[in-house]
């Protein structure tokens, strides 16, 4: 594990994160990704801690991530879901919160459509004085920490296996490519790439791009650049991560078709001769098959990234566990 400290106590935004947080996150990542190359993948680092995953929002990836992250840390879990729980009977969502609290919860991983609550609820909590950790995974159109620290390190790992870090990005080009609007994965990888030293490209229609994004890039160490078509974005791109189409997000008629957006945003073999010759594709997942990327793109291991982010995934969230957690089994 890295020598250096932790302070922070929940994972909410990684608009403040230090390069140093950063840096510590990669390398215990990195460690437990070792540890889940042996025959035995679980360690004790968390025994006798309670995880509760408190998911508002359905979910597939993250939250499964998360649980088994808690148990290879030998971590106890609680799972909640909306639809079965007091909820439908009137209860809040801060009241839920403080019951998992009751049973002895230390820590929260909380997802939510409405950007702003998980924040709201660890700093409720806060103030009754409770020591639980919180670690937000998914507010609405804000935030999504955990999948941008799991994207920065498949990136970092794939340069240096051994030793995974921020400065491996400095002067990399990376694309972002589609519904940049709604995605909160998109605004928490904007904060960590430019972080790095990282050139930036964002690039997708006028009405799921807006200007305001290139506000989020001033004063960094990396380079953000908006485009509105994509070839200026994939020259000569190290990196190409395209985004899910959020249909479910959108209340107005933002796009003419899906079939008008592949034909002009949809990453293909044929766009990618333009990008560095060991390009590498990414997406957070789940994808629209040949709306956001083409099908057999996206299962071509020469480029495809996509399901070390998945694996990477379960070592990233061990490493946040962990590094919440660690100071409570301390005490």
């Known amino acids: 594990m890295p020598n250096a400290t932790w302070t922070r106590r929940h994972i909410l935004s990684l608009a403040d ?18 540890v889940l190359g042996r025959r035995m993948k679980k360690v004790p680092a968390l025994q006798g801690l309670v995880v509760a995953n408190l998911f508002f929002e359905p979910s597939t990836r993250t939250r499964n991530s998360f649980e088994l992250a808690a148990k290879r840390l030998s971590a106890d879990t609680l799972n909640f879901s909306p639809g079965s729980s007091s909820l439908t009977k009137g209860e809040t969502i801060l009241d839920t919160a403080k019951t998992y609290l009751a049973m002895g919860t230390d820590m929260m991983v909380i997802r939510h459509r409405q950007a702003g609550v998980v924040a709201s609820i660890a700093s409720s909590l806060d103030s009754s ?46 694309a972002i490519v589609g519904d940049i609007l709604h995605s909160r994965v998109a605004r928490s990888n904007i904060w960590s790439l430019t972080a790095t030293g990282a050139e930036l490209h964002l690039a997708g229609p006028p009405t799921l791009l807006p200007e305001l994004f290139a506000e989020q890039g001033k004063d960094r160490p990396g380079k953000l650049f908006l485009h509105w078509n994509v070839e200026p974005a994939l ?7 395209t985004l899910r189409l959020q249909k479910e997000r959108m209340t107005d008629s933002l796009l003419p078709s899906l079939r008008e957006y592949h034909k002009l945003f949809g990453i293909t073999r044929e766009r990618l001769k333009t990008c560095k010759p060991q390009v590498k594709i990414l997406h957070p997942g789940p994808v629209n098959r040949g709306v956001e ?18 694996t990477s995934g379960i070592a990233s969230r061990m490493a946040l566990l962990y590094l919440l957690g660690s100071g409570k089994n301390n005490k």
């Open 293 to 310: 990327i083409s099908s057999d793109l996206m299962d071509d291991p020469d480029f495809s990234l996509i399901s070390q982010q998945v």
């Open 129 to 174: 004085g409770s020591s639980v950790r919180i670690l937000n995974a998914g507010d609405g159109q804000h935030q999504h920490p955990s999948q941008a620290l799991l994207d920065l390190f498949t990136i970092c790992r794939l340069i240096d296996p051994d030793r995974p870090r921020i400065e491996l990005l400095e002067g990399k080009k990376i």
């Open 17 to 34: 994160f230090t390069a140093d947080e950063y840096d510590i996150v990669l390398q215990t990542a990195a460690s437990f990704q070792e």
């Open 235 to 241: 020259e000569n791109a190290d990196f190409v991560m």
